[in-house]
T-cell receptor, first 113, second 116 residues
Framework: AQSVTQLDSHVSVSEGTPVLLRCNYS??????LFWYVQHPNKGLQLLLKYTSAATLVKGINGFEAEFKKSETSFHLTKPSAHMSDAAEYFC???????????FGTGTRLKVLA | DAGVIQSPRHEVTEMGQEVTLRCKPI?????LFWYRQTMMRGLELLIY????????DSGMPEDRFSAKMPNASFSTLKIQPSEPRDSAVYFC??????????????FGPGTRLTVL
């Protein structure tokens, strides 16, 4: 069985400070992991994905995530937050042979000026 | 590429009316998904098509919901009759052929449905 837990429902950071959005997963098979961002009244946009290649994955807009198998984590980070990063972020787990995405409950990121 | 296209973007209807949501996937994508997003339940998979064939409709709430994919470039989700509890944002997503689970899904902008 697969599951994903986003540890924080809300995160607030000041503009220019680092961002950390936490995600833990559970999977019986080698997982594929994704981070998506959803801006207000918009669809979901892929930030980055991990599919068993390099454990440090770089995505768009300066985001990156590190796959840590021993900790079953896939945390999303960015060195310096920008006002435009304010949005909801979803961690997703899937695995080879299945089409199903298992979505986390989302983390709403607020960026303070 | 224009991305996944959904129409209408907003729909307001009265209880009991029929509602049809439309989706055009990205050209060349052979998998299509319909999702529903609500505050209470988050994102839920309603139905999954592969090569225009419904593979998994276990997420369709009840018989009032139906989905079709008559060809590779068009899909509809119909609710008849609609009820206030159907109010949500409905997303369509598509993905490339290949090893399932590896390919990311591309989401449309969604249809915000309000049933009065």
């Amino acid at each position: 069985a697969q599951s994903v837990t986003q540890l924080d429902s809300h995160v607030s950071v000041s503009e220019g400070t680092p961002v950390l959005l936490r995600c833990n997963y559970s999977s019986s098979y080698s997982p594929s992991l994704f981070w998506y961002v959803q801006h207000p009244n918009k669809g979901l946009q892929l930030l980055l994905k991990y599919t068993s290649a390099a454990t440090l994955v770089k995505g768009i807009n300066g985001f990156e995530a590190e796959f840590k198998k021993s900790e079953t984590s896939f945390h999303l980070t960015k060195p310096s937050a920008h006002m435009s990063d304010a949005a909801e972020y979803f961690c997703v787990v899937s695995s080879s042979g299945t089409y199903k995405y298992i979505f986390g409950t989302g983390t709403r990121l607020k960026v303070l000026a | 590429d224009a991305g996944v296209i959904q129409s209408p973007r907003h729909e307001v209807t009265e209880m009991g009316q029929e509602v049809t949501l439309r989706c055009k996937p990205i050209s060349g994508h052979n998998s299509l998904f319909w999702y529903r997003q609500t505050m209470m339940r988050g994102l839920e998979l309603l139905i999954y098509f592969n090569n225009n064939v419904p593979i998994d409709d276990s997420g369709m709430p009840e018989d009032r919901f139906s989905a079709k994919m008559p060809n590779a470039s068009f899909s509809t989700l119909k609710i008849q009759p609609s009820e206030p509890r159907d109010s949500a944002v409905y997303f369509c997503a598509s993905s490339l052929p290949g090893l399932a689970g590896y390919n990311e899904q591309f989401f449309g902008p969604g249809t915000r449905l309000t049933v009065l």
